[in-house]
């Protein structure tokens, strides 16, 4: 296409020198507003309460805006009140029904109304009026605006007195306040990263996708959970097998059959025919979430965990002897089971096993499945690729995922980049070709994408949904970033030696500026103005880990969402807050505490740098974008003017 067709096309949209003028003018003032707030999350690993309450309360900034417009002229348990109203409108009103009279709860809304104006003004002055206006419900979207750029003078004073009497005297204070606190929720937030991990452990990482589907702006950097629950939907068989022993593990069957509506009765069927006598005391779920819709006999989902368990050690076994090039035999374990000493063979040492119950287990062939297992694994694996909310779940994460995201200067990926010992990128070979670095994450995206893209029965299928495992547990992974994933030990081993899991040196040496510097290179970054932001590692603060790395370049931000993880950071979950003056960590306290006194949940907020002038949109990748369509409006304005293309009329 040539400058003049292109020129063409862009008349059709502005078609008068006119049209292009105003334009030009609307994106450059637009350049010069302050960049929107955007909001870092890793880890959520299903805990939608958790992760909607964070979002709802913007990390506790909509609370420090509260105190700054109130502080001196509303009491501080109104204030707390107001905060906890915009993040639970619904809630809120109703207990506010039952604990004032009528007439004091009219004048309540009247107040309060009056108050989510001014909070509602100050979210949204980094915005245009009709960048608002998209936002604003459209049940009172005339009256919101209004309200909203109400004169600075009283000559409309009564105007908007009766605006707002109205909404009270006509019964609507219900409905309005609640949209009102959706508007101002959704001011706040201006962009969403999620670096991974949305899946597992928690009771419904459904609903936080049905929550970001729904968000106006937000990327997601797949993690290793995230992309295990991406191959079973792609057909992987050992990646079905693993998420539903995770589901099994955490007590998560209503977000298998409540969330996504997986037929588990075929499974339930053959556990408890083939472990009837097995009591499964090793398999016993960990109970963070009582299932609400599903409730379960806990040694019938114990025999299930079993089952599965199994399955995925057969399955993983399978595909690791189809791909030696993985480098993984040593993970192959059913074969280096004794069955008669019950005993097994881990890195050239034998330990004594746990539980010596495998009556699907041939021990002359281990690895094979029985049929039972066999129809078993593939009624589940139908099940999970025809599953129409999990495909819609998935097309989501293609289309606003990946392996890792450059925006606004800022590096995100969830796990890390794999290094040698010495601190050069590893390498690793994909597809015959040897990568490291950007260029083998950049490999590694195509290849997540072809499972989806490419014809099922296919080799360029079934490699790229083989390689969905090596994602989720590969040591040269860098969704995964650890020497092995010892699942198989933790359930037959008591030495907690052969538990153990290295880290991949990166976790070391990200510890030094200089690494971090050199990442920040391989990505096309200049490390005098970028960071890097990921997730995967639980930073456990109260034992004096920092989530701050490599001298202020890099921020681990998974801090405990996920309840499984509590114990171990003694928090729960960071945000990383990035607007036009700083950029900040947020920590918060569990969400249980949270509950019991919404009042008192402000996280700690520390600021970890201060920009050295205000960042405007001008400095963003938006703002770049914006310049190039300027530059394109200025060429089309000449083309005008010099009579290259004609103006299409009035």
């Not at 501080?76 to 029904?97: D, F, N, Q, Y």
């Not at 096993?353 to 078993?376: H, I, K």
């Not at 606004?408 to 010495?422: E, V």
Request: charged content about 25%; hydrophobic content about 35%.
């Amino acid at each position: 296409m040539t400058d003049l067709d292109y020129l063409q096309l862009l008349s059709r949209s502005y078609p008068t020198a006119l049209a292009a003028s105003t334009e030009i003018i609307n994106l450059n003032a637009i350049c010069r507003l302050p960049k929107g707030t955007e909001y870092f999350f890793s880890d959520l690993h299903g805990e939608y309460d958790a992760f909607n309450y964070l979002l709802s309360s913007a990390s506790g900034i909509l609370r420090e805006k509260i105190d700054y417009l109130f502080a001196r002229s509303v009491a501080l348990r109104e204030r707390e009140e107001l905060a906890v109203l915009i993040c639970s409108p619904a809630e809120t009103l109703s207990r506010m029904r039952v604990e004032l009279e009528a007439e004091e709860y009219d004048n309540w809304c009247n107040i309060t109304i009056y108050r989510l104006v001014q909070v509602c003004t100050a979210v949204s002055a980094k915005y245009t009026r009709s960048k608002v206006r998209k936002k604003i419900p459209k049940d009172f979207s005339y009256i919101i605006d209004e309200l909203l750029h109400a004169d600075a003078d009283d000559s409309k004073e009564r105007y908007y007195e009766e605006i707002i009497r109205s909404i009270v005297s006509t019964g609507s204070s219900d409905a309005f306040i609640i949209q009102f606190c959706d508007l101002i929720r959704e001011c706040a937030v201006d962009g969403l990263h999620i670096l991974g991990d949305i899946y597992d452990r928690g009771p419904h990482a459904d609903r936080i996708l049905e929550q970001l589907r729904k968000f106006h702006d937000v990327d997601i950097q797949w993690g290793n959970h995230d992309i295990a629950w991406m191959g079973a939907a792609a057909g992987s068989q050992v990646c079905v097998a693993s998420v539903l022993r995770r589901c099994f593990s955490y007590n998560n069957f209503d977000q298998l059959e409540d969330g996504y509506g997986i037929n588990l009765r075929p499974l339930s069927m053959f556990a408890a025919e083939v472990y009837g006598d097995d009591p499964c005391e090793r398999f016993a779920p960990h109970i963070l979430d009582e299932n609400e819709y599903d409730p379960i006999d806990a040694s019938l989902a114990s025999k299930m965990h079993k089952a599965m368990a199994v399955l995925e050690f057969k399955l993983e076994a399978q595909l690791l002897q189809r791909h030696p090039e993985y480098g993984m035999a040593d993970r192959i374990l059913l074969p280096q089971v004794d069955f008669q000493n019950g005993t097994v063979t881990v890195d050239g040492k034998a330990y004594e096993m746990l539980d010596t119950r495998f009556p699907t287990v041939d021990p002359d062939d281990p690895t094979t499945l029985t049929p039972g297992e066999a129809q078993l694994m593939a009624q589940l694996t139908a099940t999970f690729q025809h599953n129409t909310l999990l495909r819609k779940h998935v097309r989501f994460l293609l289309s606003r995922g990946g392996m890792y995201k450059v925006v606004n200067g800022n590096l995100l990926y969830h796990g890390c980049i794999p290094m040698r010992s010495d601190g050069s990128f590893d390498e690793v070979t994909v597809d015959g070709e040897i990568l490291s670095g950007k260029a083998y994450l950049d490999a590694l995206d195509a290849k997540v994408r072809s499972a989806f893209y490419t014809k099922p029965g296919t080799p360029e299928h079934e490699s790229a949904a083989d390689y969905f495992w090596y994602l989720w547990a590969g040591p040269k992974s860098p969704l995964f970033g650890k020497s092995k994933l010892s699942t198989f030990e933790r359930y037959f081993i008591a030495d907690k030696a052969a538990h153990i899991e290295v880290y991949n040196p990166y976790y070391l040496h990200v510890k030094a500026r200089s690494t971090c510097e050199i990442i920040l290179r391989q990505f096309g970054l200049d490390p005098a103005h970028s960071h890097i932001v990921n997730g995967h590692v639980p930073v456990k603060e109260k034992e004096g880990e920092s989530p701050i790395r490599g001298e202020g370049l890099l921020f681990v931000i998974d801090g405990g969402i996920s309840k499984a993880y509590q114990r171990q950071t003694g928090f729960g979950g960071y945000t990383l807050i990035y607007n036009s003056h700083h950029l900040a960590l947020a920590q918060h306290k569990p969400y249980a505490q949270i509950m019991e006194d919404p009042r008192q949940s402000a996280p700690r907020v520390r600021i970890v740098e201060n920009m050295p002038r205000r960042v405007l949109v001008a400095d963003t990748d938006t703002g770049a974008q914006l310049r190039e369509r300027i530059g394109h409006l200025k060429d089309l304005l000449s083309a005008y003017r010099e009579g290259t293309i004609k103006e299409q009329g009035e």
